[in-house]
């Protein structure tokens, strides 16, 4: 193996972040992983698990601390943790877009400027955002999320250039329908819950989702990825983890006009009509 490196990895405790922890801990590296209750799940075998809430600045904070402390410089962030939101934009109130915001892009942020003063000093570093091929397509019902993880593909591109003069690579990597805990952990937005307008649509379209999800490859597949991503000399900005059919939808946007391609996703998450 390649030099062993401590990594950070976030949302460790299930799915696809546990997955990340486990693997890169089987092959050597020192791995730190976060979780909101670091007391219900037994980690793999060689991670330590750190209390981190990626929503709160001072929780954040601390368990970069605590790792710096233990390790003395960190190679990777994974930043990982996150939940999806459900509901139709309508039925999405600000405060609602917010706490989907305040996980999925506001936590990476904190993470990010936590890790950043000490990778800068070091003059190298790696930060690992998992994003989502919703990055790239805006999926009905699930805007909160896909606009969360459209912010964070903004962010982290800006991030790339302004990082590099220290050594600091940024990568993204965006995973398809993966089988994990994220349908079960799925929220509901508040109107979304007693919406009559859109409620059996957005059933559907989210069963849609959830049945392709828990029918996904393991969580492995985007481990063996990040393990690329970590170990490659000059990484590249993004990783794409897709079946072929999801390659085959991110073809179909980059070449077919707009209406068009958007036809195709509405068709995909559309009520099946009455007979
Ligand atoms: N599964 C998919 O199909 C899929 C596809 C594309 C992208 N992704 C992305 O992959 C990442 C991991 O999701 P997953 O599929 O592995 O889902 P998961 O099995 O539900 O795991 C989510 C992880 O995030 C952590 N988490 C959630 N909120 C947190 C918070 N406020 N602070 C700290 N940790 C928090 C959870 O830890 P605790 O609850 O223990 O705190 C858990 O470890 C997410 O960013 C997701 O958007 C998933």
Not at 37 to 60: E, I, K, Q
Not at 213 to 227: T, Y
Request: charged share 20%; with cysteine; aromatic share 4%.
């Amino acid at each position: 193996m390649a030099e062993a490196k401590i990594i950070l990895v976030t949302g460790a405790s299930s799915g696809i972040g546990a997955a990340i922890a486990k693997r890169l801990a089987g092959e050597g590296h020192t791995v730190f992983g976060t979780s909101r209750n670091t007391g219900s799940a037994a980690p793999a075998d060689g991670v330590r698990m750190l209390t981190m809430d990626v929503r709160r600045d001072d929780s954040v904070a601390q368990a970069v601390a605590q790792l710096l402390a233990a390790a003395g410089r960190i190679d990777v962030l994974v930043n990982n943790a996150g939940f999806g939101l459900a509901g139709a934009i309508e039925d999405t109130a600000p405060d609602d877009m917010r706490r989907q915001l305040e996980t999925n892009l506001l936590g990476p942020l904190r993470v990010c400027q936590a890790v950043l003063p000490a990778m800068r000093e070091q003059g190298r570093g790696r930060i690992i955002q998992i994003s989502s091929l919703g990055a790239r397509v805006g999926i009905p019902f699930q805007g909160a999320y896909c606009a969360s993880k459209f912010a964070l593909e903004g962010m982290s591109e800006a991030l790339s250039i302004e990082v590099k003069p220290f050594g600091i690579d940024v990568v993204m990597i965006e995973p398809g329908d993966t089988n994990s805990n994220f349908p079960n952990a799925r929220e509901w937005t508040e109107a979304a819950k007693s919406s009559a307008i859109y409620a059996a649509r957005a059933r559907h379209a989210v069963a849609v989702m959830a049945k392709a999800e828990h029918a996904g490859p393991p969580a492995d597949k985007v481990a063996r990825l990040v393990s690329r991503a970590i170990a490659a000399k000059r990484p590249k900005l993004r990783y794409v983890c897709a079946t072929p059919i999801e390659r085959a939808a991110i073809t179909a946007r980059r070449l077919l006009p707009g209406r068009v391609f958007e036809g195709v996703v509405g068709a995909v998450y559309a009520l099946p009509k009455a007979k």
